[in-house]
């Protein structure tokens, strides 16, 4: 399979590695907004990221990971590439542990030694960082980051573009609104209004975005 990834940081490297551990897989190219140009580098096509449609012109059957951790950045990027759902791929590492009743959805990243039981339905475009366990029956929004080391456990429901930090533990039934950062290491024990970010054992609430007129 012929792969372009989109991303040249820290985190790329991980998804390249996890991508290219399958032998039947090809990196064809790396398209970064540090490229100004599309150029070939040792048989790799690098370019700004709007040369993804070149790209598609130019392979048959190509696919995109966005590999980059900023939420709100995969979704933009997303939104002005209107690519088919269809030409992005979820990467899944060997090495993770998931439920045959789990539903992960496209663009989707599944690093190392993570646990996806049973029921749980992960959006478009997510990270599912390693070492993270996500139990069953949890909803996972599109363009969520579970960061290294988290535990969701059972029924938890994170809205889009919801951020949880490493380490970070959230007990059942418990619901974190759109755009919410939970803090690396907190205990979440109440819900997360959206939009806010909450700190802590047990997690508090520490900030609240503007584009949020209340907590309730």
């Known amino acids: 399979m012929k792969i372009v990834v989109i991303g040249r940081g820290g985190h790329s490297k991980v998804i390249a590695d996890m991508i290219l551990s399958d032998q039947e897989n090809d990196i064809v190219g790396y398209l970064d907004d540090k490229y100004d140009n599309v150029g070939l580098f040792e048989n790799i096509y690098c370019g700004p990221i709007s040369s993804a449609t070149q790209l598609v012109e130019h392979f048959y059957d190509l696919k995109f990971v966005i590999a980059i951790g900023d939420n709100k950045v995969r979704q933009s990027i997303v939104q002005k590439l209107n690519l ?47 070492g993270s366990v996500i139990e069953h029956d949890c909803i996972i929004g599109d363009y969520s980051h579970i960061c290294p080391g988290t535990t969701l456990t059972g029924t938890v429901q994170i809205g889009e573009g919801g951020y949880i930090g490493a380490g970070a533990t959230i007990i059942p039934n418990i619901k974190v609104g759109d ?14 209004p959206a939009h806010c970010t909450a700190v802590g054992i047990p997690a508090k609430i520490k900030k609240v975005d503007p584009m949020r007129v209340e907590v309730n």
Do not use: C
């Open 84 to 130: 088919p759902d269809e030409t992005y791929l979820s990467v899944i590492h060997k090495s993770a542990v998931i439920s045959l009743s789990a539903k992960i959805d496209i663009g989707t990243v599944v690093m190392p030694h993570t646990v996806i039981n049973a029921d749980t339905r992960i959006g478009v475009h997510s990270i599912i960082n390693t």
């Open 179 to 192: 755009w919410a950062i939970v803090g690396a290491g907190a205990t979440v024990i109440t819900d997360i």
